[in-house]
C-alpha cells in the first residue's frame, strides 16, 4: 500500500498550505494518520496525528495553533492545513498510516507516503 501525500509547495513566510493524504484502492477509515516532517541535516519529526475512531487531532508543540488535522473517510483522504507558516516549517512531509490509535513511534506505522516538499522563503 503506498500513500500519497500532496499539497506541498513554496510559499511566503506567514502564508498557508494544506497538504492532503490518500490511498487509492486501499481504506483509511482504520487507521491512524500521522504527518511526518524531516528538514534536511535534521531528524524526522512528528508533527501531527488525526485518529480513526472520532478524527480526535494531536500536534507537535511546535505547530500547535497553526495546524489543523482533519479527515474525510467519505473521500478517504487526511488532510493538513498549515497556517501561519514560517522558514522552520521548512521540510518534506510525509503522511503515514497505523492502525487505530495514534503513536508517536514512527517504526509502528505500517504504511508511508511518499512525501511532499513544503518551503517557506522569507
Known amino acids: 500500500v503506498q500513500l500519497q501525500a500532496s499539497g506541498g509547495g513554496l510559499v511566503q513566510t506567514g502564508g498557508s498550505l494544506r497538504l492532503s493524504c490518500t490511498a487509492p484502492?486501499?481504506?483509511?477509515?482504520?487507521?491512524?494518520i500521522s504527518w511526518f516532517r524531516q528538514a534536511p541535516g535534521k531528524e524526522r519529526e512528528g508533527v501531527a496525528c488525526?485518529?480513526?475512531?472520532?478524527?480526535?487531532?494531536y500536534y507537535a508543540d511546535s505547530v500547535k495553533g497553526r495546524f489543523t488535522g482533519s479527515r474525510d473517510n467519505a473521500k478517504n483522504t487526511v488532510y493538513l492545513q498549515m497556517n501561519s507558516l514560517n522558514s522552520e516549517d521548512t521540510a518534506v512531509y510525509y503522511c503515514?498510516?497505523?492502525?487505530?490509535?495514534?503513536?508517536?513511534?514512527?517504526?509502528?506505522?505500517?504504511?508511508w507516503g511518499q512525501g511532499t516538499q513544503v518551503t517557506v522563503s522569507s
Open positions: 488525526i485518529s480513526s475512531f472520532d478524527g480526535r487531532s
Open positions: 484502492g486501499f481504506t483509511l477509515d482504520y487507521y491512524a
Open positions: 503515514a498510516a497505523v492502525r487505530f490509535e495514534c503513536t508517536v513511534v514512527a517504526a509502528l506505522y505500517d504504511y
